[in-house]
């Protein structure tokens, strides 16, 4: 599984279905930018913002809930922060219907339409919290086919994304084993983030040591924060969590 917001049942492609879902899935891949690529830069001051120079402000995250009684039945969630105080700026959920099946490895098939729609949304609204970066709770590049769900969301949503795995894919010669073993080193007790290195030499993500894996994404290297700040960027998935599940249990949008 790439996140925990899925329903626990999965459902078994038709050699056609899948075949169709691996194509859609190389088209969007072949537009994935792994190296930094972006207009605007991490502020350490304001004098940052008053030089003109666009800095990173409004970070937004994507979550979604399933109900436990009717699988189908579901609560999309997008969260906008300021960056610099961490204050929700933005928020919106939508009740939806999800007919399209959980299958590991194409999840973004699923959950990636009603990101979409949130988003676009806003942007139809013209909010000036408009996010300049996405998180999501997904998989990225480490993924077994190089293409996870926050991969598919930033090229469709053309926005650097960060994903926040707690599963992880055994690719690359990553295995759980081969993380502890990182985790346990002597040289990375006072070390906020490890980078995750497969045997191809390529840095497919990181870790730290409460096993979420910040993963590289769409639009995004994990150096752009220099893996220190992405810290903060799991507050703010925790932060949607809460906030998903308030609205979903809330009388005028329950989900049973």
């Known amino acids: 599984m790439e996140g925990s917001s899925t329903s626990s049942s999965t459902f078994h492609l038709s050699d056609d279905h899948h075949k169709k879902w691996v194509e859609a899935q190389d088209t ?63 928020e919106d959920s939508s ?12 999840l973004a098939f699923r959950e990636a339409p ?35 769900s926050a ?37 990375n007790f006072n070390v906020g983030f490890i980078p995750l290195v497969g045997d191809s030499g390529n840095t497919l993500g990181a870790v730290r040591y409460h096993l979420h894996y910040i993963q590289v994404k769409g639009h995004l290297n994990q150096y752009l924060f220099q893996l220190a700040t992405a810290y903060l960027l799991l507050l703010l998935l925790k932060s949607l969590k809460e906030h998903a599940n308030t609205v979903c249990q809330s009388p005028s949008g329950r989900l049973t």
Not at 37 to 65: A, H, M, P, R, T
Not at 125 to 131: F, G, I, K, Q, V
Request: glycine share 10%.
């Open 95 to 106: 009740i939806v219907t999800i007919d399209v099946p959980y299958v590991p490895g194409f």
């Open 28 to 90: 969007l891949k072949r537009k994935l930018i792994t190296e930094d690529d972006y207009n605007w830069k991490l502020g350490e001051s304001e004098e940052d913002e008053s030089s003109g120079v666009q800095v990173l402000k409004y970070i937004g995250g994507f979550d979604i809930s399933f109900s436990k009684h009717h699988p189908s039945s579901a609560c999309g969630t997008l969260v906008v922060l300021d960056f610099k105080t961490l204050n929700v700026v933005y």
């Open 151 to 187: 991969c598919h969301l930033g090229v469709l949503a053309d926005l650097p994304t960060i994903g926040v795995g707690k599963n992880l894919h055994h690719v690359d010669g990553l295995t759980n084993s081969r993380v502890r073993e990182l985790l346990e080193a002597e040289d």
């Open 114 to 148: 009603v990101f979409v729609q949130l988003l676009k949304k806003m942007q139809d609204s013209s909010h000036s919290c408009y996010p300049q970066l996405l998180m999501i709770d997904g998989n990225g590049i480490l993924h077994p086919r190089g293409f996870g």
